[in-house]
T-cell receptor, first 119, second 120 residues
Framework: DTGVSQDPRHKITKRGQNVTFRCDPI?????LYWYRQTLGQGPEFLTY????????KSRLLSDRFSAERPKGSFSTLEIQRTEQGDSAMYLC?????????????????FGEGSWLTVV | AQTVTQSQPEMSVQEAETVTLSCTYD???????LFWYKQPPSRQMILVIR??????QNATENRFSVNFQKAAKSFSLKISDSQLGDTAMYFC?????????????????FGQGTILTVHP
């Protein structure tokens, strides 16, 4: 399967623990996005990368959240000192798009998401 | 900032019938894209249809078509000949084009979603 893959698919953790999610985008895609989705709501943008550069971070991304894409391929999203409010599905997505500063509206492909439950 | 509003939390339709899902948005941008995504239960989100704001012609994709009214900032999705496999949450989404005078890296702004159930 050559789609966007995420791991783990489900994670239950105790409050205060750290968790890390991994995303492998479609191989030739230069853009990678992280979104958060709570039950019954639409996804909310967290951050994105153009190759290895993290170009924008949402205000939703507190200091406890950090994302990396070290070689412009896979990405990790780490949440430190988890809180119950962090319980959500974390979606990764990728796309192939053109130069900096604009979008051609090319299709963004989503992974199946990583469900996080903080107890 | 852009906002996307889907005013129908839930819709239902009989198999083979037609249903229309509503979406309105607010933006000061002139160049942008609009999308409908489908998210089946416990499955990944997939693109249903896409519309470029500078195109007056409404996009169609097999049984799916849109009614894009730029002045009214309305973007509805029509599903014809509904099938059981169409049962899903449907999200309307906005992406600005960026370019001269602004930047965009393809960030999507989603509505709250509409749960569509197709009954046999």
């Amino acid at each position: 399967d050559t789609g966007v893959s995420q791991d783990p698919r489900h994670k239950i953790t105790k409050r205060g623990q750290n968790v890390t999610f991994r995303c492998d985008p479609i191989s030739e895609h230069n853009r990678l996005y992280w979104y958060r989705q709570t039950l019954g709501q639409g996804p909310e943008f967290l951050t994105y990368f153009q190759n290895e550069a993290q170009l924008e971070k949402s205000r939703l991304l507190s200091d406890r959240f950090s994302a990396e894409r070290p070689k412009g391929s896979f990405s990790t999203l780490e949440i430190q000192r988890t809180e119950q409010g962090d319980s959500a599905m974390y979606l990764c997505a990728s796309s192939l798009d053109g130069g900096a500063g604009f979008s051609s509206g090319n299709t963004i492909y989503f992974g199946e998401g990583s469900w996080l439950t903080v107890v | 900032a852009q906002t996307v509003t889907q005013s129908q939390p839930e819709m239902s339709v009989q198999e083979a019938e037609t249903v229309t899902l509503s979406c309105t948005y607010d933006t000061s941008e002139n160049n942008y894209y609009l999308f409908w995504y489908k998210q089946p239960p416990s499955r990944q989100m997939i693109l249903v249809i896409r519309q470029e704001a500078y195109k007056q012609q409404n996009a169609t994709e097999n049984r799916f078509s849109v009614n894009f009214q730029k002045a009214a900032k309305s973007f509805s999705l029509k599903i014809s000949d509904s099938q059981l496999g169409d049962t899903a949450m449907y999200f309307c989404a906005f992406m600005k084009h960026g370019g001269a005078g602004g930047t965009s890296y393809g960030k999507l702004t989603f509505g709250q979603g509409t749960i569509l159930t197709v009954h046999p």
